[in-house]
């Protein structure tokens, strides 16, 4: 089975819709078909003046039929948007749940760009294969083989004529637009994905960027991108004009084939049965006209149904991804006891090239600790592994004695909450931005975790307090406001283990203190104490606290036993090694970026 075929049926396409829709497709142009050849019957019937009652059903019928193309026309419209869109709807819901339930992995290591395309604008492009490419051709076959036997019934030499040239716009047009499309899928596609890649890492991480001198690097590879892209469609230029240039040389042969044959068998028995008269010869050559139009939308359907084969290539290949995971048994649907021991054994993270040294901890239940380390040395990656969202390369997290492998999904995500430093703002209430991590939380809970990390006076400023709607998102949001307003999603959550990637950047550096001492002390009020709490930060740590340091300079960094017992809570023993480890600041850096 095809990759479109099976992207196809994430639209879950009811044929019923369909069928209307292609029915109104078939209306609308059988509607200009039979206005043509009734027109033309008209005008020259007309000419021979006769009995102006003789043409009275005849000019009622010309203005029946232009009404009723319109308003086929409208109906169609809505019928084959409607089934597009709605198949849409249900393959992002059918996509998000397979990546939400699937293996968590393939979200996480996807480049967010990529990541975006696949799920927007490749889901789009299958859609316009129903709304440009499977209607339009079911109804440009019903339309042609109609004009083809209207014209057969004045003269069959004239039927085969049409039929030739709508073979060849129908079959050579689309041909040689698929061929074009195709030349610069390949490169279109990849440098699409390259360009959107790019941009959001700029556009979202601008400041960062200019600071780090890099901007312009950035910048400068999403122009390369962006040139790409033009050189792709440049390419196809050729095979475009050829298809553009199909359908109105196949017109232009058809009606000059019509009327040579018609002159030809004018009133004679050549040609037209019993001859032919001025009514039949105007029909036989105005007919191809309208026949063409509904040809003509074919070459854009081969592109749709190319372009469309590419986007599905990316998306089954996403589903795919999320389907890999490890099969789970019945019994790993148990979730851990709400309290539970964490154990990290020589777990090596990462990606790609860039990879940790083999990293061991054991974290007893309640516990608090810090992982600390420069921007782009692999915090986020451990901070990941760790909670089960990317498979370690090495080693193995356990809770409670299992394997995160071993758990399902779910158990996983009810015991281990990881909130992400780039995790989304949505454009909803600031109440349902909390309901987030749990759908149950009350107004009065929402409000009691602002008012703990610092947002409560500002969320009574706002007109309907919680109830009020974050319109931009995260865009009407400063960057402090925006990780508090994380940090307090984080603190409603119930999962035994909440592990949080920097969730005091873009905060003053005296309200940063005070929070990281409230998040990493078991007495500090953000989270229960029997929650066990990861805190992954470049900020200066509270002393006293446990800290896993990881470094991005070319040394062996270890925390000793006696460190262990002179710093740490006494719950939580752990050693790490970082060797190796020193990447390029920026291009390490921006690959976590990306892969976000």
Same mark, same amino acid.
């Given at each position: 089975?095809?990759?479109?075929? &099976?992207? !196809?049926?994430?639209?879950?396409?009811?044929?019923?819709?369909?069928?209307?829709?292609?029915?109104? @497709?078939?209306?609308?142009?059988?509607?200009?078909?039979?206005?043509?050849?009734?027109?033309?019957?008209?005008?020259?019937?007309?000419?021979?003046?006769?009995?102006?009652?003789?043409?009275?059903?005849?000019?009622?019928?010309?203005?029946?039929?232009?009404?009723?193309?319109?308003?086929?026309?409208?109906?169609? &419209?809505?019928?084959?948007?409607?089934?597009?869109? &709605?198949?849409?709807?249900?393959?992002?819901?059918?996509?998000?749940?397979?990546?939400?339930?699937?293996?968590?992995?393939?979200?996480?290591?996807?480049?967010?760009?990529?990541?975006?395309?696949?799920?927007?604008?490749?889901?789009?492009?299958?859609?316009?294969?129903?709304? +440009?490419?499977?209607?339009?051709?079911?109804?440009?076959?019903?339309?042609?083989?109609?004009?083809? *036997?209207?014209?057969?019934?004045?003269?069959?030499?004239?039927?085969?004529?049409?039929?030739?040239?709508?073979?060849?716009?129908?079959?050579?047009?689309?041909?040689?637009?698929?061929?074009?499309?195709?030349?610069?899928?390949?490169?279109?596609?990849?440098?699409?994905?390259?360009?959107?890649?790019?941009?959001?890492?700029?556009?979202?991480?601008?400041?960062?960027?200019?600071?780090?001198?890099?901007?312009?690097?950035?910048?400068?590879?999403?122009?390369?991108?962006?040139?790409?892209?033009?050189?792709?469609?440049?390419?196809?230029?050729?095979?475009?004009?050829?298809?553009?240039?199909?359908?109105?040389?196949?017109?232009?042969?058809?009606?000059?084939?019509?009327?040579?044959?018609?002159?030809?068998?004018?009133?004679?028995?050549?040609?037209?049965?019993?001859?032919?008269?001025?009514?039949?010869?105007?029909?036989?050559?105005?007919?191809?006209?309208?026949?063409?139009?509904?040809?003509?939308?074919?070459?854009?359907?081969?592109?749709?149904?190319?372009? @469309?084969?590419?986007?599905?290539?990316?998306?089954?290949?996403?589903?795919?991804?999320?389907?890999?995971?490890?099969?789970?048994?019945?019994?790993?649907?148990?979730?851990?006891?709400?309290?539970?021991?964490?154990?990290?054994?020589?777990?090596?993270?990462?990606?790609?090239?860039?990879?940790?040294?083999?990293?061991?901890?054991?974290?007893?239940?309640?516990?608090?600790?810090?992982?600390?380390?420069?921007? @782009?040395?692999?915090?986020?990656?451990?901070?990941?592994?760790?909670?089960?969202?990317?498979?370690?390369?090495?080693?193995?997290? !356990?809770?409670?004695? &299992?394997?995160?492998?071993?758990?399902?999904?779910?158990?996983?995500?009810?015991?281990?909450?990881?909130?992400?430093?780039?995790?989304?703002?949505?454009?909803?209430?600031?109440?349902?931005?909390?309901?987030?991590?749990?759908?149950?939380?009350?107004?009065?809970?929402?409000?009691?975790?602002?008012?703990?990390?610092?947002?409560?006076?500002?969320?009574?400023?706002?007109?309907?307090?919680?109830?009020?709607?974050?319109?931009?998102?995260?865009?009407?949001?400063?960057?402090?406001?925006? +990780?508090? !307003?994380?940090?307090?999603?984080?603190?409603?959550?119930?999962?035994?283990?909440?592990?949080?990637?920097?969730?005091?950047?873009?905060?003053?550096?005296?309200?940063?203190?005070?929070?990281?001492?409230?998040?990493?002390?078991?007495?500090?009020?953000?989270?229960?104490?029997?929650?066990?709490?990861?805190?992954?930060?470049?900020?200066?740590?509270?002393?006293?606290?446990?800290?896993?340091?990881?470094?991005?300079?070319?040394?062996?960094?270890? !925390?000793?036993?006696?460190?262990?017992?002179?710093?740490?809570?006494?719950?939580?023993?752990?050693?790490?090694?970082?060797?190796?480890? *020193?990447?390029?600041?920026?291009?390490?850096?921006?690959?976590?970026?990306?892969?976000?």
């Amino acid at each position: 089975m095809s990759d479109l075929t &099976r992207a !196809l049926r994430l639209l879950d396409l009811p044929p019923g819709r369909v069928a209307r829709a292609v029915a109104a @497709g078939v209306a609308t142009l059988g509607s200009a078909l039979a206005l043509s050849a009734l027109s033309a019957w008209l005008i020259t019937r007309a000419w021979q003046m006769p009995p102006v009652l003789h043409l009275s059903v005849a000019v009622v019928a010309v203005r029946a039929l232009g009404i009723t193309r319109g308003v086929c026309r409208y109906l169609e &419209r809505l019928a084959t948007h409607d089934v597009a869109l &709605r198949g849409t709807v249900r393959a992002r819901s059918t996509l998000y749940r397979e990546l939400s339930q699937g293996d968590s992995a393939t979200a996480v290591t996807t480049r967010r760009g990529d990541l975006l395309v696949r799920t927007g604008a490749d889901v789009d492009a299958v859609g316009d294969v129903v709304v +440009r490419a499977l209607v339009p051709v079911a109804v440009a076959a019903v339309v042609s083989a109609l004009a083809v *036997g209207l014209v057969a019934v004045w003269s069959p030499a004239a039927a085969i004529v049409l039929a030739v040239a709508l073979l060849v716009s129908g079959v050579v047009a689309p041909w040689s637009s698929a061929r074009a499309e195709r030349a610069a899928a390949e490169a279109l596609v990849a440098a699409r994905a390259d360009l959107a890649a790019h941009a959001v890492t700029a556009i979202d991480h601008a400041a960062e960027l200019r600071v780090s001198g890099r901007l312009a690097d950035v910048r400068r590879r999403a122009d390369e991108a962006d040139r790409a892209v033009g050189a792709a469609q440049d390419r196809a230029a050729g095979w475009s004009a050829l298809s553009a240039a199909a359908t109105p040389l196949s017109m232009g042969v058809a009606v000059l084939g019509a009327l040579a044959v018609g002159i030809s068998a004018y009133g004679t028995a050549s040609g037209f049965a019993g001859g032919t008269d001025p009514t039949g010869l105007a029909v036989v050559v105005l007919v191809p006209l309208a026949a063409f139009e509904a040809t003509g939308a074919i070459p854009a359907a081969a592109v749709a149904w190319v372009r @469309g084969s590419a986007a599905a290539r990316r998306i089954m290949a996403l589903v795919d991804e999320a389907r890999s995971g490890p099969a789970v048994t019945p019994k790993d649907d148990q979730s851990p006891s709400p309290s539970v021991r964490l154990e990290v054994c020589d777990v090596v993270a990462g990606r790609g090239g860039s990879r940790t040294a083999p990293v061991s901890l054991v974290v007893e239940p309640g516990a608090r600790l810090a992982i600390s380390g420069p921007s @782009g040395v692999g915090k986020s990656t451990l901070a990941m592994t760790i909670a089960g969202l990317v498979a370690p390369a090495a080693g193995a997290v !356990l809770v409670d004695g &299992r394997s995160v492998g071993e758990l399902s999904e779910d158990a996983v995500r009810r015991t281990v909450s990881y909130v992400a430093e780039d995790a989304h703002v949505f454009r909803t209430t600031v109440l349902e931005n909390l309901r987030v991590v749990r759908g149950d939380v009350t107004e009065t809970e929402a409000t009691a975790a602002l008012d703990r990390v610092g947002l409560g006076d500002w969320v009574r400023a706002l007109p309907d307090g919680v109830h009020t709607d974050l319109d931009g998102g995260a865009e009407v949001l400063s960057g402090g406001q925006r +990780r508090r !307003l994380l940090l307090a999603r984080a603190t409603l959550s119930r999962a035994a283990v909440i592990i949080v990637d920097e969730p005091t950047e873009h905060v003053d550096d005296v309200s940063s203190a005070a929070l990281l001492a409230a998040m990493l002390d078991p007495d500090g009020g953000l989270f229960d104490r029997a929650t066990t709490v990861l805190v992954v930060t470049h900020r200066p740590v509270p002393t006293g606290v446990r800290v896993v340091t990881v470094s991005g300079e070319r040394q062996v960094c270890s !925390l000793t036993e006696k460190d262990v017992a002179d710093r740490a809570d006494p719950r939580v023993a752990s050693s790490v090694h970082e060797r190796g480890g *020193g990447l390029e600041l920026y291009d390490s850096w921006t690959r976590e970026v990306a892969a976000r």
